[in-house]
């Protein structure tokens, strides 16, 4: 899958990715089909797109927003969203006084399910490294200043449970439709290092 | 293992840089590699604990300076020789060199891909298991640096804090990882502080949530 436009010499990764591809395709290791269906999910299928339907719909319906807090997984499949691998969606609903922030310190569990592949700097030693420790100082680095009487409450995703933020539906949005609520939800509102915003 | 990889609570890395506009993969090699990677947990030759054990391993330099999908093709060329899947040889040249002696399956074609990656990859347990905790109950997180591969992270051990959620159960990384028996424990979400880790400098309302194995807690 090495693009041809390149006309740069190949790199070592580039190479090694593309021997590898190359034997476990000839072995009959991995088949063709199956590599196409899985980059068509992950760059086209899934993505921020979902979480925002999720939380648009929360937004709208309370009843859909308890079942969706008490059992994420459940509830999205409700919107014929899933994961592929086996693991657990948990929704973290942001309030006045709360706020939630997602972050895996050991290596980069994220809720792809809704979210689709991370951002690099999710992946990042520095948002890694310092979620944790001074989460109000990553979310200056977004531009994020919390008033200090709000709490932060940050999930790190050692194990299956995968967590998305639920944020707080922002004022000035209480005549929009679903559709346009959608369209306010930002990516890295649902991982908590952003809020929403009728712009 | 205390390796790089757990990094929570170091300094120093600089800032957290958002790209906008970010595409999902950066170049085509990444994109072949997170197919290949996919592909490979259906057919059943690994478990995602095995994967995350090996790119622990990777020598803390070598960490640090790699880029993430690069990890990634270190951790399938390792598991491709641990599990007789390719030869030393056939890595480095893309080309076959035996017909005989390899732990191949079949490949999982693609109407099935996501069934099977559901199945193999299934950690979460149907069973009847009495907890030893319940939300509320205050823990002290273990003291405990194994060699082996774990996921409590060095910032959450020997940490006073309270149970908030009983996950179910599900089975223990520790030995997952390391292809040694299946065993199966409860799950809790601990709430620590942010004072109780980071000291009393920390805001005093904050916290950080960890989802630990039974086996990482006890009772204070």
């Known amino acids: ?199 | 293992m205390n390796g790089f990889h757990d990094m929570g609570g170091m300094d120093n890395f600089g800032s957290v840089v958002d790209e906008a506009n970010e595409p999902v993969f950066h170049e085509d090699w990444e994109r072949s590699m997170f197919a290949l990677f996919i592909a490979l947990i259906p057919a059943g030759y690994c478990n995602m604990d095995e994967i995350r054990r090996i790119v622990e391993l990777i020598p803390p330099a070598t960490y640090l300076d790699t880029r993430y999908y690069e990890k990634w093709l270190y951790a399938i060329e390792m598991i491709a020789l641990e599990k007789d899947i390719l030869t030393l040889d056939e890595i480095e040249n893309g080309q076959s060199s035996r017909t005989e002696g390899s732990n191949i399956r079949p490949a999982v074609p693609a109407e099935l891909f996501e069934l099977a990656a559901k199945q193999r990859s299934k950690s979460k347990i149907d069973l009847e298991s009495k907890p030893g905790f319940k939300p509320g109950d205050i823990i002290v997180s273990r003291n405990m640096h194994p060699s082996h591969h774990t996921r409590i992270p060095r910032y959450a051990r020997n940490k006073r804090g309270v149970v908030v959620e009983d996950n179910g159960i599900f089975l223990l990384p520790d030995t997952r990882a390391h292809d040694g028996p299946d065993i199966p424990e409860h799950v809790y979400t601990v709430r620590f502080t942010a004072q109780e880790l980071w000291g009393v400098d920390a805001p005093i309302k904050d916290s950080v949530c960890l989802d630990l194995f039974e086996s990482y807690l006890q009772t204070k």
């Open chain 1, 1 to 199: 899958m090495i693009n041809s436009k390149h006309s740069k010499p190949l790199s070592d990764v580039q190479l090694r990715v593309k021997a590898l591809e190359s034997i476990l395709l000839e072995k009959g290791v991995v088949d063709q089909n199956t590599l196409d269906t899985i980059v068509d999910i992950y760059e086209n299928r899934v993505g921020p797109h979902l979480g925002a339907k999720v939380v648009a719909r929360a937004w709208t319906n309370p009843e859909f927003k308890n079942r969706l807090l008490s059992n994420g997984a459940a509830t999205i499949a409700e919107l014929g969203m899933g994961s592929i691998l086996d693991v657990q969606l948990v929704v973290k609903e942001n309030t006045p006084t709360v706020h939630n922030m997602i972050v895996c310190t050991l290596c980069s569990c994220y809720p792809w399910s809704v979210l689709g592949l991370p951002p690099n700097w999710y992946k990042s030693f520095p948002y890694r490294s310092r979620a944790v420790s001074d989460p109000r100082g990553v979310l200056m680095d977004f531009g994020l200043a919390l008033p200090t009487d709000t709490e932060v409450c940050v999930w790190d995703s050692t194990a299956n449970m995968r967590y998305m933020v639920l944020p707080l539906r922002p004022e000035g949005s209480e005549n929009l439709s679903e559709d346009e609520l959608a369209a306010l939800v930002t990516r890295n509102a649902m991982i908590g290092t952003a809020v929403v915003s009728v712009s």
